[in-house]
Nanobody, 123 residues
Framework: VQVVESGGGLVQAGGSLRVSCVASGSISSILDMGWYRQAPGKQRELVASITITGGRTTYGDSVKGRFTISKDDAETTVYLQMNNVKPEDTAVYYC?????????????????WGQGTLVTVSS
Protein backbone atom coordinates (compact mmCIF):
# COMPACT_ATOMS: atom_id res chain seq x y z
CA VAL A 1 0.00 0.00 0.00
CA GLN A 2 1.21 3.48 -0.85
CA VAL A 3 -0.36 6.83 0.01
CA VAL A 4 0.26 10.23 -1.53
CA GLU A 5 -0.94 13.55 -0.14
CA SER A 6 -1.82 16.70 -2.02
CA GLY A 7 -3.51 20.03 -1.45
CA GLY A 8 -1.39 21.73 1.18
CA GLY A 9 -0.52 25.39 0.97
CA LEU A 10 -0.90 28.80 2.52
CA VAL A 11 -4.23 29.90 3.97
CA GLN A 12 -5.29 32.82 6.11
CA ALA A 13 -6.61 32.31 9.61
CA GLY A 14 -10.33 31.71 9.52
CA GLY A 15 -10.17 30.31 6.01
CA SER A 16 -10.57 26.82 4.63
CA LEU A 17 -8.38 24.28 2.91
CA ARG A 18 -8.84 20.70 1.77
CA VAL A 19 -6.07 18.12 1.58
CA SER A 20 -6.38 14.79 -0.17
CA CYS A 21 -4.74 11.41 0.17
CA VAL A 22 -4.81 8.78 -2.56
CA ALA A 23 -4.07 5.16 -1.74
CA SER A 24 -2.74 2.62 -4.21
CA GLY A 25 -1.58 -0.97 -4.15
CA SER A 26 -3.52 -3.55 -2.15
CA ILE A 27 -6.30 -1.14 -1.27
CA SER A 28 -8.69 -3.94 -0.36
CA SER A 29 -6.44 -4.67 2.63
CA ILE A 30 -6.75 -1.16 4.08
CA LEU A 31 -8.61 -1.02 7.39
CA ASP A 32 -8.56 2.67 8.07
CA MET A 33 -6.91 5.89 6.90
CA GLY A 34 -6.09 9.01 8.75
CA TRP A 35 -4.31 12.30 8.95
CA TYR A 36 -1.58 13.17 11.39
CA ARG A 37 0.34 16.41 11.69
CA GLN A 38 3.64 17.53 13.05
CA ALA A 39 4.53 21.11 13.84
CA PRO A 40 8.13 22.25 14.34
CA GLY A 41 9.44 21.11 17.68
CA LYS A 42 6.33 19.08 18.47
CA GLN A 43 5.40 15.43 18.35
CA ARG A 44 3.28 14.00 15.58
CA GLU A 45 -0.38 13.97 16.59
CA LEU A 46 -3.58 12.47 15.28
CA VAL A 47 -5.81 14.91 13.42
CA ALA A 48 -8.54 12.57 12.19
CA SER A 49 -9.08 9.03 11.04
CA ILE A 50 -11.82 7.05 9.32
CA THR A 51 -12.48 3.34 9.08
CA ILE A 52 -12.92 2.01 5.56
CA THR A 53 -15.74 -0.28 6.63
CA GLY A 54 -18.45 1.69 8.32
CA GLY A 55 -16.83 5.09 7.97
CA ARG A 56 -16.37 5.56 11.72
CA THR A 57 -14.46 8.77 12.40
CA THR A 58 -12.14 9.91 15.17
CA TYR A 59 -10.86 13.45 15.69
CA GLY A 60 -8.15 15.07 17.74
CA ASP A 61 -9.53 17.40 20.40
CA SER A 62 -7.95 20.48 18.86
CA VAL A 63 -9.77 20.08 15.52
CA LYS A 64 -13.20 18.82 16.60
CA GLY A 65 -15.94 20.91 15.06
CA ARG A 66 -13.58 22.51 12.53
CA PHE A 67 -12.13 19.64 10.48
CA THR A 68 -13.98 16.88 8.68
CA ILE A 69 -12.54 13.66 7.31
CA SER A 70 -14.30 11.79 4.53
CA LYS A 71 -13.63 9.15 1.89
CA ASP A 72 -14.82 8.59 -1.63
CA ASP A 73 -17.07 5.70 -2.64
CA ALA A 74 -14.17 3.87 -4.28
CA GLU A 75 -12.43 4.05 -0.90
CA THR A 76 -9.16 5.02 -2.48
CA THR A 77 -9.14 8.70 -1.52
CA VAL A 78 -9.52 10.33 1.85
CA TYR A 79 -10.12 14.03 2.29
CA LEU A 80 -9.53 16.37 5.19
CA GLN A 81 -11.64 19.49 5.01
CA MET A 82 -10.20 22.15 7.28
CA ASN A 83 -12.45 25.07 8.18
CA ASN A 84 -11.86 28.05 10.43
CA VAL A 85 -8.15 27.28 10.46
CA LYS A 86 -5.89 28.80 13.09
CA PRO A 87 -2.18 29.62 13.07
CA GLU A 88 -1.63 26.69 15.43
CA ASP A 89 -2.86 24.37 12.67
CA THR A 90 0.37 25.11 10.81
CA ALA A 91 2.17 21.80 10.37
CA VAL A 92 3.18 19.11 7.94
CA TYR A 93 0.17 16.90 7.45
CA TYR A 94 0.82 13.21 6.88
CA CYS A 95 -1.56 10.62 5.51
CA UNK A 96 -1.55 7.21 7.15
CA UNK A 97 -3.11 3.92 6.08
CA UNK A 98 -3.38 0.90 8.32
CA UNK A 99 -3.70 -2.38 6.46
CA UNK A 100 -3.44 -6.12 6.88
CA UNK A 101 -0.35 -7.55 5.21
CA UNK A 102 1.68 -10.72 5.26
CA UNK A 103 5.12 -10.77 6.83
CA UNK A 104 7.10 -14.00 6.86
CA UNK A 105 3.96 -15.95 6.08
CA UNK A 106 1.89 -14.42 8.87
CA UNK A 107 -0.84 -11.80 8.86
CA UNK A 108 0.36 -8.57 10.36
CA UNK A 109 -1.04 -5.09 10.82
CA UNK A 110 1.11 -2.66 8.88
CA UNK A 111 1.18 1.06 8.22
CA UNK A 112 1.93 3.19 5.20
CA TRP A 113 2.86 6.86 5.47
CA GLY A 114 2.95 9.59 2.90
CA GLN A 115 5.73 12.12 2.60
CA GLY A 116 3.55 14.90 3.99
CA THR A 117 2.11 18.13 2.74
CA LEU A 118 2.78 21.48 4.38
CA VAL A 119 -0.13 23.57 5.60
CA THR A 120 0.71 27.10 6.69
CA VAL A 121 -1.89 29.32 8.34
CA SER A 122 -1.10 33.02 8.42
CA SER A 123 -2.50 35.28 11.10
Amino acid sequence: VQVVESGGGLVQAGGSLRVSCVASGSISSILDMGWYRQAPGKQRELVASITITGGRTTYGDSVKGRFTISKDDAETTVYLQMNNVKPEDTAVYYCNAEFLGVVEGRDKYLEAWGQGTLVTVSS
